[in-house]
């Protein structure tokens, strides 16, 4: 299965719930990937610990040999590398995502990450994409590869008034390039539950019949520790209330 965790809005969680959840994965026997799309590289740093700006093995290389010819060209094998966490593998990013954008648009190789992780697909159980906070070559390209998008959802006035237009763009990708794609769900992302606004808002969301996943994450300082160290939850402490609200989302998505 191939999930793109995908909003157009920053700082909403993305990079946390696509390293958390393809961590559980990796804990519970899965052989996972999480390809990291973002030239800010966060779910990179997050698995390795820091940057990979001088990495030759990356999503940046990935993508800069589909503009050239070559004999023996790599596979896309060649461009993951295996984290600190059994199981779990990650195509890093590399802040030279961003000047290669305009090239690859202009050369159409929107189709290419697909390729790639079909093929990979045969090696790993769960593909997790983590996006740019925008709807750019990159965030199509792993909309067109993945089957799965999940929405991660911070609780917040604006973040509801894009959704709608966020679901349209997904929608608009299915339609017109990718039949496998569907809207997983909506992750609501720093719930606090005893906040008045939080709740009316994600009510709302279910009210207009809106794919709300459950269990909400709580809003919690661990995550910051999580980030601090470079240890997924699961890893950091898996006894703590949000641990335990991703692995029961983890498997609640697993069910569907």
Request: proline share 6%; aromatic share 8%.
């Amino acid at each position: 299965m191939r999930y793109v965790v995908f909003n157009q809005k920053g700082g909403v969680g993305k990079s946390t719930i696509t390293c958390n959840l393809a961590a559980i994965s990796a804990a519970q026997g899965l052989k996972t990937l999480v390809v990291d799309l973002d030239p800010q590289g966060n779910s990179t740093h997050y698995l390795l610990g820091g940057p990979q700006e001088d990495a030759d093995v990356s999503a940046a290389e990935f993508f800069d040999q589909t503009l050239k010819f070559s004999a023996r060209p790599k596979g896309p094998e060649d461009y993951v590398i295996q984290t600190p966490w059994e199981g779990l593998d990650l195509m890093p990013s590399h802040p030279s995502l961003e000047e290669l954008h305009g090239k690859l648009e202009s050369r159409y190789k929107i189709y290419k990450l697909r390729d790639a992780l079909s093929d990979l697909a045969e090696t790993y159980d769960r593909i997790y994409i983590d996006t740019p906070p925008a709807l750019n070559f990159y965030t199509r390209s792993a909309l067109i590869a993945a089957q799965g998008c999940l929405i991660p959802f911070d609780c917040d006035d604006f973040s509801r008034r894009a959704l709608y237009a966020l679901m349209e763009n997904v929608q608009e990708i299915q339609a017109d390039h990718n039949d496998e794609l569907a809207i997983s769900g909506i992750v609501v992302n720093q719930f606090q539950p005893r906040a008045s606004l939080p709740q009316r808002l994600v009510q709302e969301l279910i009210d207009e019949g809106l794919p709300v996943l459950q269990p909400y994450l709580s809003a919690s300082v661990k995550i910051k520790e999580s980030h601090q160290q470079s240890r997924p939850m699961i890893h950091l402490d898996a006894r703590h209330k949000l641990t335990q609200e991703l692995v029961a989302l983890h498997d609640a998505l697993q069910a569907a």
